[in-house]
């Protein structure tokens, strides 16, 4: 569905609607999809549409509509460390662990299973009711993204712990409350 009635900002330039217009999709979209969206021509959304995939912020991936964009899934996990990294303290980034395993294990003794494999496999069971079934598979989903937030909260804990310790940046000293012991 288009967003084509939307009223862009003024001081966003063509390059600024191309760029929203291809990081907020979770579908691949091709040029002509996301010129119409950033209300450029085709051409123009091509121009920077490829600029963005050689600097890494976009995939290019081949669909059934022809050559089409995403947003690259590293690039964007690794902002999302430097986010988590920057805003957040390690006691914040601990808590938010701790709750993430808090979770896991709740689901592990309502589903009655060790693992996320095994509540995946649980699925096929006889015995469930087919709302048993959905409400599982919504448990995997969120498990998985868990997973994801995670790693990308253990990923941040560390990212902060280097720079300490190289003081690449002291700007994140000062926002964590808590720092962490210094080894070796």
């Not at 579908?27 to 450029?40: F, K, L, R, S």
């Not at 085709?42 to 490829?50: E, I, Q």
């Not at 015995?127 to 409400?135: F, I, P, Q």
Request: proline content about 3%; some cysteine.
């Amino acid at each position: 569905m288009s967003d084509q009635s939307r009223a862009w900002p003024a001081e966003m330039d063509a390059a600024d609607r191309v760029r929203h217009v291809a990081l907020t999709r979770t579908t691949p979209q091709n040029a002509g999809w996301i010129a119409e969206e950033a209300d450029v021509s085709r051409d123009t959304a091509a121009k920077y549409l490829d600029r963005m995939a050689d600097q890494g912020d976009l995939e290019v991936v081949e669909t059934a509509d022809g050559m089409c964009y995403k947003p690259d899934d590293i690039t964007q996990f690794l902002r999302e460390v430097r986010t988590l990294a920057e805003e957040q303290s390690v006691d914040e980034l601990t808590n938010e662990l701790r709750a993430i395993g808090d979770e896991i294990d709740s689901w592990k003794a309502a589903y009655d299973v060790e693992s996320l494999e095994e509540l995946r496999r649980s699925i096929g069971r006889e015995d469930l009711s087919s709302s048993d079934r959905r409400e599982r598979l919504e448990t995997i989903e969120e498990w998985e993204y868990n997973i994801q937030v995670r790693e990308a909260l253990q990923l941040a804990i560390s990212l902060q712990s280097s720079l300490t310790k190289l003081d690449a940046d002291p700007r994140i000293g000062e926002i964590g409350t808590g720092t962490l012991p210094q080894e070796g």
